[in-house]
């Protein structure tokens, strides 16, 4: 088993950063391919980000290319995602996961955090 939390959420104005962290306890993370993907109020889960074992490969929705960043410390067992030039459709909570199979950017992860709340002000 794993268990995965999330921390880092918080309010931010429009332009502002975030960094989110997803901690893992119980596996080290070291062979799993970890993503993350948020869910806004009345919409469906959505793939933002995710990245493999080894850190090697990365994948990113095309609505935050450019402006998120993924990456992991396997040492540290816990994934972060960078999150600049946030803007108001940004908001979420966003939720991290993990899965041994090399699952990237479908919402077929194993193991799943309980999420952490993201709100950017316009």
């Known amino acids: 088993q794993v268990q995965l939390v999330e921390s880092g959420g918080g309010l931010v104005q429009a332009g502002g950063s975030l960094r989110l962290s997803c901690a893992a306890s119980g596996r080290t993370l070291s062979t799993y391919t970890v993503g993350w993907f948020r869910q806004a109020p009345g919409k469906e889960r959505e793939f933002v980000a995710a990245?493999?074992?080894?850190?090697?490969?990365?994948y990113y929705a095309d609505s935050v290319k450019g402006r998120f960043t993924i990456s992991r410390d396997n040492a540290k067992n816990t994934v972060y995602l960078q999150m600049n030039s946030l803007k108001p459709e940004d908001a979420a909570v966003y939720y991290c996961?993990?899965?041994?199979?090399?699952?990237?950017?479908?919402?077929?992860?194993?193991?799943w955090g309980q999420g952490t709340q993201v709100t950017v002000s316009s």
């Open positions: 996961a993990a899965d041994p199979r090399g699952v990237y950017y479908l919402p077929l992860y194993t193991y």
């Open positions: 990245i493999s074992w080894s850190g090697g490969s990365t």
